[in-house]
């Protein structure tokens, strides 16, 4: 890693609380679909896109592969590695579910709004800078914080936040 200083607020999410809090999500979207399709932003919106598929009973699910974020921090220059299948983008874009697993300053999800303009787009965490581009999400973090998601952590302990026991 370099020398990248890291955030200080820190967010750990296990993985049962990322199972409860996309199965929140769902919950949140299952009286807006029914929808056809989710276009699912990888690699983060992978695991919340699959929980949310089973939860609402949506077999189609795409993938738009975008790289954002690098050495803990993100990029200025977005990459689309791979694009929307244009059998999922000719559907009905008002039966289209976009779902990642957070909006942080929002560039990412500005990309596939541009694409996708009238889909409905939902991550399970947003950040106020990104917040604006999400219709639905179901926790907001600060600006300042640093989210560790389940796959980013191995388990180890972890120091008191008031300091040393």
Same mark, same amino acid.
């Given at each position: 890693?370099?020398?990248?200083?890291?955030?200080?607020? %820190?967010?750990?999410?296990?993985?049962?609380?990322?199972?409860?809090?996309?199965?929140?999500?769902?919950?949140?979207?299952?009286?807006?679909?029914?929808?056809? %399709?989710?276009?699912?932003?990888?690699?983060?919106?992978?695991?919340?896109?699959? *929980?949310?598929?089973?939860?609402?009973?949506?077999?189609?699910?795409?993938?738009?592969?975008?790289?954002? #974020?690098?050495?803990?921090?993100?990029?200025?220059? @977005?990459? &689309?590695?791979?694009?929307? %299948?244009?059998?999922?983008?000719?559907?009905?874009?008002?039966? @289209? @579910?976009?779902?990642?697993?957070?909006?942080?300053?929002?560039?990412? %999800?500005?990309?596939?709004?541009?694409?996708?303009?009238?889909?409905?787009?939902?991550?399970? #965490?947003?950040?106020?800078?990104?917040?604006?581009? &999400?219709?639905?999400?179901?926790?907001?973090?600060?600006?300042?914080?640093?989210? #560790?998601?389940?796959?980013?952590?191995? #388990?180890?302990?972890?120091?008191? *936040?008031?300091?040393?026991?």
């Amino acid at each position: 890693m370099s020398d990248q200083k890291l955030p200080e607020k %820190a967010f750990p999410v296990s993985w049962d609380q990322f199972h409860r809090d996309c199965r929140a999500l769902a919950w949140r979207l299952s009286g807006l679909g029914p929808f056809e %399709a989710i276009v699912c932003i990888t690699r983060g919106g992978l695991v919340p896109s699959a *929980i949310v598929a089973r939860e609402l009973g949506v077999r189609v699910i795409d993938t738009i592969c975008i790289v954002s #974020y690098g050495e803990f921090k993100q990029l200025e220059n @977005l990459t &689309v590695l791979k694009d929307v %299948a244009d059998s999922v983008v000719n559907l009905e874009r008002k039966k @289209l @579910l976009v779902v990642d697993d957070l909006v942080d300053t929002g560039k990412t %999800a500005q990309l596939v709004r541009q694409k996708l303009p009238d889909a409905h787009f939902a991550t399970v #965490y947003a950040k106020p800078s990104g917040r604006p581009q &999400v219709d639905t999400f179901v926790t907001e973090v600060s600006q300042d914080t640093w989210i #560790y998601f389940p796959w980013d952590l191995g #388990y180890s302990f972890q120091p008191p *936040i008031r300091g040393p026991i």
